[in-house]
């Protein structure tokens, strides 16, 4: 078994999507390890995407997470971080696969309704950004 972290986005949240995207990380096969509802501080934000800091999106990508509430959440499974990158389709949601949660939830490419982690090893990051390890249940 392997972890990934998850995030969905303030415009998913703004949209109502998180009962969706939820219903769909259980279809998926996934055990949700932890799940929080908050909202992030721009300084949080900066912290937590602080490895696109010389990307020329980082400051609007930075505003637009602290704009209004997120989901974080720890899953658990086979291929965690993989199967979940395939359940969430292409950044561009013009470019995602039909039936991906970004074809059917996203506005646009920034605005792309959920976050996964890229590797292991950050998903390991991204939970401990997030969650206290007696937060999550195993």
């Not at 972290?5 to 998926?28: L, Q, S, T, W, Y």
């Not at 990508?61 to 292409?90: Q, Y």
């Not at 920034?110 to 950050?122: F, M, P, Q």
Request: hydrophobic content about 40%; overall charge neutral.
């Amino acid at each position: 078994m392997s972890q990934t972290f998850i995030m969905i986005k303030p415009d998913a949240v703004r949209n109502k999507h998180v009962g969706e995207i939820i219903n769909r990380i259980e279809k998926e096969g996934f055990k949700i390890l932890g799940l929080k509802y908050l909202h992030l501080s721009l300084e949080d934000a900066k912290q937590f995407y602080k490895v696109h800091s010389a990307r020329p999106f980082y400051d609007e990508l930075c505003k637009d997470m602290s704009a209004s509430p997120i989901v974080a959440a720890a899953l658990e499974r086979e291929n965690a971080v993989l199967h979940w990158r395939d359940v969430i389709g292409a950044t561009d949601p013009k470019e995602a696969k039909p039936n991906t949660i970004r074809a059917l939830y996203a506005e646009s490419k920034g605005a792309n309704a959920v976050h996964g982690s890229d590797s292991d090893e950050n998903a390991l990051l991204e939970i401990s950004f997030f969650f206290k390890g007696y937060e999550l249940v195993k």
